[in-house]
């Protein structure tokens, strides 16, 4: 909210479009790139679709786009909020599963990326299929992409404080979401200068009604988690599993399918908590590296905020588009099906999520 009201997703927004707005399909990229830049800073799947939906959904439909592709392509790319770091389930897993939460975070990189180039070939196709926002061709200047860059340099700036401070010690991941407070407080009062201190009441009664939504969602699949503890399901399915095979290819695809499904009716943190203890141990005498396991759980789980009945990220886009589950969920399957391929990548070519924290030497 903080960062919508003071211009900093509004200028982040301005430097995608002069990067890719001239393309086919070139509003919908921006905002999935957009997207990835706003992941560095909010590490939430909700809060991404919240903070660039709210912008870029109306925008998309003015320029020609139909509204359920527009809300169905936000609830998905709002969903790399969590697989770039800082990414609030990273820490979940991270903490359930003793695995650093640093190594997770620069695991997550190039997966993020991936998986929103494939949304962005959705995009290209999809436009020079139906045409959309094809009333508004642009061209490409490297003088537009200066001037917005130096524009949003102080919105470019701040997930290189947040995550170089987490990278360099000076403070926690949790310690950063404080940090990025105020810095998005002081960029938009005193920088920008768009933003009022009468302005902080409403904001912060909007963050507390998405933060109420998430939470009735939360509070319903603890009992639903609960309730699967101790009927001993997850424990059921694993010993399941190792009776299909041992290979380890299969066991990730078995592991992956369950987690697609778990997606669809479990909230992420939940299913993290609930399976985590489960899989780990199970995946790691099989020889996968518990950072790999990490980032495909994460995103897997990703997956899960934008599929009924339970996508957190769904109910958003909806919600900024005043549009029904269902037509949103017409749109939604060429890019899920994009997201799946990603997903696939990213589970069978293990340096696409290690090569990274090989290289800084977190693994």
């Not at 939430?44 to 903070?51: D, I």
């Not at 995009?123 to 537009?144: I, L």
């Not at 005498?285 to 897997?300: C, D, K, S, T, W």
Request: hydrophobic content about 55%; overall charge positive; aromatic content about 8%.
């Amino acid at each position: 909210n903080l960062m919508q009201g003071g211009g900093i997703s509004r200028r982040l927004i301005k430097f995608c479009d002069a990067l890719l707005g001239w393309l086919p399909g070139g509003l919908g990229m921006v905002a999935v790139l957009t997207c990835m830049f706003f992941a560095a800073i909010s590490g939430s799947g909700p809060a991404t679709v919240a903070a660039i939906g709210g912008l870029m959904i109306p925008e998309m439909v003015n320029a020609g786009y139909d509204k359920a592709f527009s809300a169905a392509l936000l609830s998905v790319a709002g969903a790399i909020g969590v697989i770039i770091p800082p990414s609030i389930p990273m820490v979940n897993f991270g903490v359930a599963g003793s695995v650093s939460i640093a190594s997770l975070f620069a695991a997550g990189f190039l997966p993020g990326i991936l998986v929103g180039i494939s949304l962005m070939i959705v995009c290209y196709f999809s436009a020079k299929k139906h045409g959309y926002g094809m009333q508004e061709v642009k061209h490409f200047s490297w003088k537009e992409v200066g001037k917005s860059f130096i524009d949003a340099f102080w919105a470019l700036l701040m997930p290189i404080i947040i995550l170089g401070g987490i990278y360099g010690g000076v403070f926690t991941p949790t310690e950063a979401a404080g940090v990025s407070v105020i810095y998005g407080f002081v960029v938009g009062v005193f920088i920008y200068k768009e933003m009022k201190i009468r302005d902080l009441v409403p904001m912060l009664m909007s963050a507390a009604k998405s933060t109420a939504m998430v939470m009735m969602i939360i509070a319903a699949a603890a009992g639903f988690g609960w309730i699967l503890t101790s009927e001993r399901i997850p424990d059921a399915i694993a010993s399941a599993m190792l009776t299909v095979s041992n290979n380890k290819y299969v066991i990730l695809l078995l592991i992956n399918l369950l987690l697609l499904f778990v997606g669809c009716i479990m909230e992420t943190t939940a299913s993290i908590i609930i399976l985590t203890p489960i899989f780990l141990p199970m995946v790691t005498q099989l020889g996968v590296n518990p950072i790999h396991f990490g980032l495909i759980m994460v995103v897997n789980l990703a997956i899960g905020m934008s599929t009924p009945p339970l996508g957190v990220n769904l109910f958003v886009s909806c919600g900024i588009a005043k549009i029904s589950i269902e037509e949103n969920a017409r749109q939604l399957v060429k890019f899920l099906a994009a997201n799946i391929v990603a997903l696939l990548l990213i589970t069978y070519i293990e340096p696409i999520a290690m090569i990274i924290p090989r290289m800084m030497g977190l693994a």
